[in-house]
């Protein structure tokens, strides 16, 4: 059975930062790319990043230069680095592998001053 334990999420003020993790359990982690996903209540779920397991990573514009992905295939973990956060990324941001219908429950990140 697959687990996805999304973690890192929390308030912080416009210009701040948080590091968000995935940890992953009853998955082949290294074999698959993952991604990070964040939805607005309301609205449609939307790709943030993702990191292949070829080491590219792809980013949606509203994040390049601002978020990084990463990933350690012996811990089983995804990470998104957010830095210079704004308001309009206030989301619960998921992690997800890709080509599977496996999601965690999410984290909740707040921009607000």
């Known amino acids: 059975q697959v687990r996805l334990v999304e973690a890192g999420g929390g308030l912080v003020q416009p210009g701040g930062s948080l590091r968000l993790s995935c940890a992953a359990s009853?998955?082949?982690?290294?074999?698959?790319?993952w991604g990070w996903y964040r939805q607005v209540p309301g609205n449609q779920r939307k790709w943030v990043a993702t990191?292949?397991?070829?080491?590219?990573?792809l980013y949606t514009d509203d994040v390049k230069g601002r978020f990084t992905i990463s990933r350690d295939n012996i811990k089983n973990t995804v990470y998104l680095q957010m830095n210079s956060l704004k308001l309009e990324d206030t989301a619960v941001y998921s992690c997800h592998p890709l080509s599977t219908t496996d999601w965690g429950q999410g984290t909740r990140v707040t921009v607000s001053s």
């Open positions: 990191a292949m397991n070829s080491g590219i990573t």
């Open positions: 009853g998955i082949s982690f290294s074999t698959y790319a």
